[in-house]
């Protein structure tokens, strides 16, 4: 399956390293000085979902082979990365230039990340006052420029080989924008979202604007982190932003407390809940370390200015917005439909079981519009074509594939045999998320 990759972006000291270190398990360089990341840094974040043992109550059988699961709160892997800060200018060559607008190729989504709080300004040096709305805007224009530099640099080659191939808009636009890693269906969703139709050797320089302004929507997503939520000013700030700017794209956050937060729960000195306002200290009921006094003033700070407002860190609350805009559906591939486990009947499994190795192994993501046969194919691979059908909780059938084809093969006469059945067309929903394949006799010869 696809791995999905979401990307940190936006000014130097804005917090992007921060942010990852209190996502994932990254261990970011920070520093309050611009360009403090050179190389892009790596990491996996984990986003909490429902994990679907807490409806069936077997938490105690639920057993992840990555990630982890607490009490029906599943934690599934993403991978995220964040970017040297750009500046503007960065598609002319200003700062650390287009070295770092490449590092955004792969990404499926961007999380810019916004100073709130005004102390440091566009090249991302210490100052007061300075007005965040200003990098909401020109990073978005930094990002438009590269990508319209170097479509429009090309583009009287562009227009006569269009001309000369006779192909759509959307297929000669495809092969431009594939070094972005989009496909001729994201391109053909991006000309539908700027209402562009074929006619592209008439486009003029506006028309072309126009059209990777629909590309950026399309192809790299973007939701905004408005970070040091706790500092002076922020709040002033966070209300014209939030006049401005579209409310369900932005989440208020602090890195630094969430970060300091888990820090404190690795430390054994709070058991920290995380996308939560709340914690447990040391008391009898449990084993946690008391906190020295120049801790418990920093926490109480933490408390007051970030978990009694807000509510909780809006690290969590990031990550699943961008799980929502990517439309992402979790999936569970299971082996055994009715025991939910992906091992061989037996004894002495996890939490008493019959399983060897524990129930709901497996979540994958998956993009809302998924085929059954589009997971299927990733799971099984070669295997696909001894695949029977699917089912999902209940045993009900999602999909009949082998044995359908067959039949229709060799019984083409048979009229009930020419309507629709469910197969490999069906889409993974919520409703049909945990799944079982069942192959057919000659899998297991072959």
């Known amino acids: ?133 200003n990098d909401i805007d020109w ?33 000669t636009l495809a092969l431009q924008f594939s ?28 028309a072309v604007r126009k059209v990777v302004d629909g590309f950026l929507d399309e192809r790299f ?19 014209k932003i939030f006049r401005k700017y579209d409310p369900s794209k932005i989440i208020l956050t602090s890195a630094l407390a969430e970060v300091f937060l888990r820090k404190l729960h690795s430390q054994g000195f709070i058991n920290y809940h995380e996308g939560t306002e709340f914690f447990d200290l040391a008391d009898e009921s449990n084993s946690l370390k008391p906190i020295p006094a120049a801790t418990q003033s920093r926490l109480e700070k933490v408390q007051d200015l970030v978990l009694f407002r807000y509510g909780n860190t809006g690290v969590q609350a990031t990550l699943k917005l961008a799980m929502d805009t990517l439309q992402l559906i979790p999936a569970f591939p299971v082996r055994n439909i009715n025991s939910f486990g992906d091992g061989v009947a037996g004894s002495g499994g996890v939490g008493g079981t019959k399983e060897k190795s524990g129930v709901f192994r497996d979540c994958v993501l998956v993009k809302k519009g998924t085929k059954v046969g589009d997971l299927m194919a990733d799971l099984l691979g070669e295997s696909k074509k001894f695949c029977l059908y699917a089912e999902t909780v209940g045993g009900v059938r999602v999909g009949i594939f082998f044995l359908f084809a067959f039949c229709v093969k060799s019984y083409p006469f048979l009229p009930f045999l020419r309507t629709n059945q469910p197969g490999e067309d069906d889409e993974i929903t919520l409703n049909n998320s945990i799944m079982s394949f069942k192959l057919s006799g000659d899998a297991v010869r072959e």
């Not at 090309?154 to 192909?167: D, E, L």
């Not at 991006?190 to 320089?205: A, F, Q, V, Y």
């Not at 997503?221 to 209300?239: E, F, R, Y």
């Open 139 to 171: 990073l978005r224009e930094e990002i438009h420029s590269w990508i319209f530099m170097n479509l429009w640099k090309k583009w009287p080659n562009i227009v006569r080989r269009h001309t000369a191939t006779a192909q759509s808009a959307a297929e």
């Open 221 to 239: 997503p973007t939701i905004i982190a408005l970070n040091k939520i706790d500092l002076p000013d922020s709040d002033k700030n966070v209300d």
């Open 1 to 133: 399956m696809k791995d999905f990759l979401v990307a940190c972006v936006g000014k130097p000291s804005a917090g992007k390293s921060s942010f990852l270190n209190a996502v994932s398990d990254a261990a970011a360089k920070v520093g309050n000085f611009p360009f403090t990341t050179i190389k892009p840094n790596h990491g996996v974040a984990y986003v909490h979902i429902d994990c679907p043992c807490k409806r069936f109550g077997k938490q105690a059988q639920c057993a992840p082979k990555h990630g982890k699961c607490v009490d029906g709160t599943r934690m599934v892997p993403l991978r995220i990365m964040d970017v040297a800060g750009l500046v503007p200018g960065a598609s002319t060559g200003e700062g650390l230039g287009n070295q770092f607008l490449d590092d955004l190729r792969t990404a499926d989504l961007l999380i810019h990340v916004v100073d709130a709080s005004g102390t440091t300004d566009a090249a991302g040096k210490v100052t007061i006052g300075y007005d965040p709305i």
């Open 179 to 206: 070094g972005y890693g989009a496909n001729l269906s994201c391109v053909q969703k991006s000309l539908d979202r700027c209402g562009m139709k074929d006619g592209l050797d008439t486009w003029d320089e506006d």
